[in-house]
């Protein structure tokens, strides 16, 4: 079973920055692609970032050139560095990972922009 943990939401001032990490267990060989969602009170889910086995990164319009995902395959853990926030990036975000059978999702971590 594959476990997903994040971590590193909190409450910062517009402008400010965060980094979530998010830590993989369990089966987690095969992962095509690992990366983040958000979901703000009263809206859809929203893909934010993504990066593939290979490395390969995309970003929503909304977070590029501010957010920038990476991960640490011996640790087995995906980041989220995000500089310049907005209060628009009020959200939970949540870390996933696919294969070609399935997404595992971890139970999300809040982050509050808010001066």
């Known amino acids: 079973q594959v476990q997903l943990v994040e971590s590193g939401g909190g409450l910062v001032q517009p402008g400010g920055s965060l980094r979530l990490s998010c830590a993989f267990s369990?089966?987690?060989?095969?992962?095509?692609?690992m990366g983040w969602y958000r979901q703000a009170p009263g809206k859809k889910r929203e893909w934010v970032a993504t990066?593939?086995?290979?490395?390969?990164?995309a970003y929503a319009d909304s977070v590029k050139g501010r957010f920038t995902i990476s991960r640490d395959s011996a640790k087995n853990m995906v980041y989220l560095q995000m500089n310049n926030l907005k209060p628009e990036d009020t959200a939970v975000y949540l870390c996933?990972?696919?294969?070609?059978?399935?997404?595992?999702w971890g139970q999300g971590t809040q982050v509050t922009i808010s001066s």
């Open positions: 996933y990972a696919a294969n070609d059978y399935r997404t595992y």
């Open positions: 369990g089966n987690i060989f095969n992962m095509n692609v």
């Open positions: 990066v593939t086995s290979s490395d390969s990164r």
